[in-house]
């Protein structure tokens, strides 16, 4: 299932194993974490400098897309807050990271950077953070086994085989594919926003599977319908979205399931996602694991009793 979504947003480390529960047809967190500890599926900073689960075998092409667009993005973030840090420093915290966890295997991230300091790498929180992502573009380290509570890390060579070398071109034809098949309608600026990638070669990549896709317009805009995407048996439905998902991340445009006076409830102007109830297709409150549902409108209050069965069976599944 990952593998067909291509990329499931995944900043929240406890919310992203319901991100994978809900989209199955039996969901289980026993298998999640079967699938994570094995390294079928792994958690990385990808596409638009953000935390996403993929397969295994699709990381070394993926991160061959997005890693330049995401050194030059953290290069003005450090920028803005008046650091810089050059490619040497860059190259021995690597060295270091390296180090810390080769024949580790898994190592939390709190235990990481105790051994980091001790080799010499230390900083505040915040600079340490960009030593690890800066390592996970370089291909350096990826997720470990799962953990209950914090991330953490794991060297990529250890975790994933070296798999088929791609032409960008082709990768990037490829990302197109798992985005329409598994997102469907959705508009090329839909695509673009969802990878981060240039325009041009957006455009070209959606070009080369242009005749896999069938294109409707609706109210001004051109929608895509990959052939292969499911567009039957939707049954109506109340379904626990967790923080951060994809069906509101894959899109630019969120109109169509969320009525703008109640966006703020769904998401901030500064990027944090909420949980949010989703009925018939249409986002209509927020949840909470361990608080009552709150609901936007009076008159739209859906029963979410199996709803939240559903998700407690999930986490019993691990018991």
Known sequence: MVSWMGMLQAQEYKMMRWAVGMRLKR???????????????????????TWQLVAAEDLRWMLALCADRNRSAIKGYLAYRGRTVDEREYERANRLIYESLVGR???????LLACLAERGLAGDAHMMSIYLRRAELDGIVCSGELDNRQNTYALVDDRIPRSCHFLREESVVLLARKYFQSHS?????????????????????VEGIRGEMVAERYAGNTYFVHRDSRVRG???????????????????SRHHVLEEEFRHRAYSNNGLF??????????????????????????????????????????????
Not at 34 to 46: K, N, T
Not at 234 to 252: A, F, M, N, V
Not at 300 to 315: G, H, N
């Open 105 to 111: 295997g898994s190592m939390r991230k709190d235990a």
């Open 185 to 205: 309608p959705a508009t090329f600026e839909d695509f673009v926003w969802w990878t981060n990638l240039g325009v041009g070669e957006c455009r070209d990549a």
């Open 27 to 49: 969901p289980s967190m026993r298998a999640f974490r079967e699938a994570y500890d094995s390294g079928r599926i792994v958690r990385s900073h990808l596409f638009r400098c």
């Open 234 to 252: 939707y049954r109506k439905q109340t379904i626990l979205l967790p923080s951060y998902d994809e069906y509101l991340l894959g899109y630019k």
């Open 274 to 319: 909420y949980p949010v109830i989703l009925h018939d297709g249409v986002v209509v409150g927020n949840w909470h694991p361990r608080k009552e549902a709150s609901f936007f409108k009076a008159e739209v209050q859906p029963d979410i009793t199996d709803a939240f069965l559903r998700y407690r069976e999930f986490l019993d599944s691990d018991k």
